[in-house]
């Protein structure tokens, strides 16, 4: 980057699981205006100055972020999931519903031989922002802003957790955001084990607002 370049940086919280568990939309993401370095036209890369707010991912699946399918993919190799035993199986087009499982296994479980806490709030995270934002668009942050965990028995064995975000709560927030600076979503998730029983339950208060 040359010294023309001007970028301001704003590191805000993790979009690929909320709080900062995996991906949150727009955490982990550093948004700045460029001016294009001397000799290079204006385009793709390098943007007339001034014209528009472009983001910086950190990571390829903040990149990645508005193809639910790439992201599905690539959230299966994603090491803050993987190592937590949750792989996202499943991302329906139009970002309407998604679908996790989680396992433990022997080198992910506690020494009770079962999933860790914070893993186990990490599954519960994952899905709702990043689907949120996924229908707004990239002149939009979503991220966790607090959250209330209820442990319910000890997470064994394969467990999974589905998430619906209905059209409606997209637009909703967009009519909310056409007057109000942000605005909070709340979003109940529970992960369930092979019998249909609660593990864990999380809810969770997003902060949406414009990207500046």
């Not at 955001?177 to 029983?197: E, F, I, N, P, W």
Request: hydrophobic fraction near 40%.
């Amino acid at each position: 980057m040359t010294r023309s370049a001007k970028l301001s940086m704003r590191v805000e919280h993790d979009r690929f699981g909320g709080g900062d568990t995996a991906f949150g939309v727009t955490s982990g993401a550093a948004t700045g205006r460029v001016d294009p370095p001397p000799g290079r036209l204006s385009g793709f890369f390098w943007p007339a100055r001034g014209s528009i707010l472009i983001t910086m991912a950190t990571t390829p699946l903040h990149r990645m972020l508005g193809q639910p399918r790439a992201f599905q993919m690539l959230a299966r190799i994603y090491p803050p999931l993987l190592g937590a035993g949750i792989r996202v199986t499943s991302i329906s087009p139009d970002w309407t519903r998604g679908e996790l499982s989680m396992h433990v296994y022997p080198w992910n479980a506690n020494h009770n031989g079962t999933a860790f806490g914070g893993a186990l709030f990490s599954a519960t995270d994952v899905l709702y922002g990043t689907m949120l934002a996924g229908q707004l668009g990239g002149g939009f942050s979503v991220a966790t802003k607090e959250a209330t965990v209820r442990f319910l028995r000890p997470g064994r064995g394969r467990m999974s957790c589905t998430v619906e975000v209905p059209r409606s709560e997209a637009d909703h927030v967009m009519e909310q955001l056409q007057t109000a600076s942000g605005v909070d979503m709340r979003h109940l998730a529970t992960l369930y084990d092979t019998k249909g029983r609660a593990i864990v339950e999380a809810e969770h208060v997003l902060r949406v607002k414009r990207r500046k």
